[in-house]
């Protein structure tokens, strides 16, 4: 069955860097498109990045660009998110996602937490 699981979140201060990870099984990862999304407390969730499986092109949500980057390595069945710069208004669950055969895939979510 498809799998995701998160991890790398924590605790970071303000300006800090985090990457998260997120293992993927049960599916042909290189073939699909992935996302990351996050859940801040009270909000509701929101689309923070994705990244092609054919070229690896990548979009990103207006608020973290220039300082989050996605990548994937199809090798590992693995999508990352490279945090940096990261803010209190960063703070939240954040959870990666693919869409096979007309269903939602989700992780379980990691979180990060900004403060200082």
């Known amino acids: 069955q498809v799998q995701l699981v998160e991890s790398g979140g924590g605790l970071v201060q303000p300006g800090g860097s985090l990457r998260l990870s997120c293992a993927a099984s049960?599916?042909?990862?290189?073939?699909?498109?992935m996302r990351w999304y996050r859940q801040a407390p009270g909000a509701e969730r929101e689309w923070v990045a994705l990244?092609?499986?054919?070229?690896?092109?990548?979009n990103y949500a207006d608020s973290v660009k220039g300082r989050f980057t996605i990548s994937r390595d199809n090798a590992k069945n693995t999508l990352y998110l490279q945090m940096n710069d990261l803010k209190r208004e960063d703070t939240a669950v954040y959870y990666c996602?693919?869409?096979?055969?007309?269903?939602?895939?989700w992780g379980q979510g990691t979180q990060v937490t900004v403060s200082s």
């Open positions: 990244i092609r499986s054919d070229c690896g092109s990548t």
């Open positions: 049960g599916f042909t990862f290189s073939l699909m498109t």
């Open positions: 996602r693919t869409f096979i055969a007309s269903t939602v895939y």
